[in-house]
């Protein structure tokens, strides 16, 4: 007899559907739902229950994962299906939302759902680590009443960090991601630079490594920069919305280094580079290929 939880993934995009992947394979019962049904019928094939609404995927849940685009959107997903909601349930958002969407979403299923535990869990870590359950959850909340969540977070992760109250998970992925997309501005002008003189990523990376900057992050975006595919792992919008969530975060506190690289990142967008990967930053500034 199965004896997993059952789990709803809300969003199958590029990470939400590797989370419901992993979750068949390790014979979870799963139902999901996308706005866009065709980003589920492979994972059908594969034994997840596909619905066409959000309502209907998580009805008999024990464990709700939402992995959907921005704050409006999951408030708006989590308005229409908290109703639905078994007792009891575990409903655990893990998209890069922000502290504002994070803090109403808790405040409203407090509310309306006192029952239901809500979980703060987004994650760090992007598609190939998703798909190979090698991502780590920030996770924060009531561990104890969400004891259920524990067996998934096994399932898709490498582990889960508990960070304390809910909220506190998006408030470190936050900080991990301005770390994140300082370090890839920093590494795209480092590649321009040693261009100019007449070094190649490789000869860089020859001088990183084994050091202590030498990050495995910096490795796999100097190959991407050297092979100059841009096939997103993260989508370069993706990266300057949490730019600015982090900015918008902020309140008082100076954020001089990151408001640059948003405006940069932004032209960037506008020039047509949003939907590859956040390295292609390297190619707008370069004009390379």
């Not at 958002?93 to 969407?101: D, F, H, K, L, R």
């Not at 300082?182 to 002008?189: I, V």
Request: aromatic share 6%; with cysteine.
């Amino acid at each position: 007899m199965n004896q997993h939880p059952s789990v709803a993934v809300l969003g199958l995009g590029a990470m939400g559907h590797a989370f419901a992947a992993n979750l068949i394979k390790k014979d979870f019962p799963v139902a999901g739902w996308n706005r866009t049904r065709a980003r589920g019928e492979d994972l059908a094939a594969a034994g997840m229950t596909l619905h066409d609404t959000p309502q209907q995927a998580a009805a008999e849940a024990d464990v709700v994962l939402a992995m959907l685009a921005d704050g409006p959107t999951t408030e708006r997903v989590l308005q229409q299906i908290a109703s639905s909601l078994r007792q009891n349930a575990v409903f655990c958002q893990m998209g890069t939302i922000g502290v504002e969407a994070t803090d109403r979403l808790i405040a409203f299923l407090a509310q309306q759902r006192p029952d239901v535990v809500y979980i703060d869990a987004p994650v760090s870590g992007t598609k190939a680590p998703a798909e190979n359950a090698q991502i780590l959850v920030l996770a924060s909340g009531d561990r104890q009443r969400a004891e259920k969540l524990e067996p998934v977070f096994t399932a898709i992760s490498k582990g889960a960090r508990w960070l304390g109250d809910a909220g506190a998970g998006s408030r470190m992925k936050l900080v991990v991601n301005v770390w994140l997309i300082a370090m890839m501005q920093g590494l795209a002008e480092s590649a321009s630079l040693a261009r100019q003189f007449g070094f190649s990523t490789d000869d860089l990376w020859s001088v990183l490594e084994g050091g202590p900057l030498a990050a495995p992050y910096a490795k796999v975006k100097l190959d991407t920069i050297k092979g100059g595919d841009y096939t997103p792992q993260m989508h370069l919008t993706w990266a300057l919305k949490d730019a600015q969530l982090a900015l918008d975060a902020a309140e008082d506190q100076s954020m001089p280094g990151m408001q640059h690289i948003a405006q940069l990142w932004q032209q960037a967008v506008e020039a047509g580079y949003g939907e590859q990967d956040l390295s292609v930053i390297y190619r707008f500034l370069t004009g390379k290929e």
